[in-house]
């Protein structure tokens, strides 16, 4: 599924792009399961509020957990996409001339994952932001290559490599 290349800079191994998706695949694991954890924790919260009588602080009681089941449901189904979109994606459809959806991108500024909208994520050491190709700067990103200068509002981030 991967290919096994790394960038380079200044002579120093950096961040697989393999290790990264890896990394990402495996958080998004955590995520799912934690999730589920406290679905059934909320799920058994209303069981046991079932069997209370004590009036309107049982109604309110009632709200708020199905109020958290919603938003855990809401949470496991938006993960559970981003997941299915991550597999769709070809990280090795790379050109080696400009970058487009997949790529691992080392700038002056740090690392970037351009495949879905995930966020900061710590590896060796290094932070590499897992952006969307949606997302503002991920809009900005795919067609350019080496040496180019990117800026979004009064940041700019110089493309040192990619893969």
Known sequence: MFTLTAITYFGKM?????????????????????????????????????KSTAGDKHETGRAMTHLELERVGKNLHQLREQKEHLQKTDFNKVDGHTISNGCLIRTDRGYYLLAIS???????????FVLSP????GRMLPGSSRGEVITYRDLQFKILNFE
């Open 14 to 50: 950096v961040l697989k792009k393999k290790e990264v998706v890896e990394a990402l695949f495996k958080e998004l694991e955590t995520k799912e399961k934690q999730l589920h954890s406290e679905w059934k924790d909320l799920q058994n919260a209303l069981g046991s509020e079932t």
């Open 134 to 137: 949606l997302s503002p700067v």
């Open 118 to 128: 995930f966020g900061p994520l710590q590896l060796k050491g290094e932070t590499c």
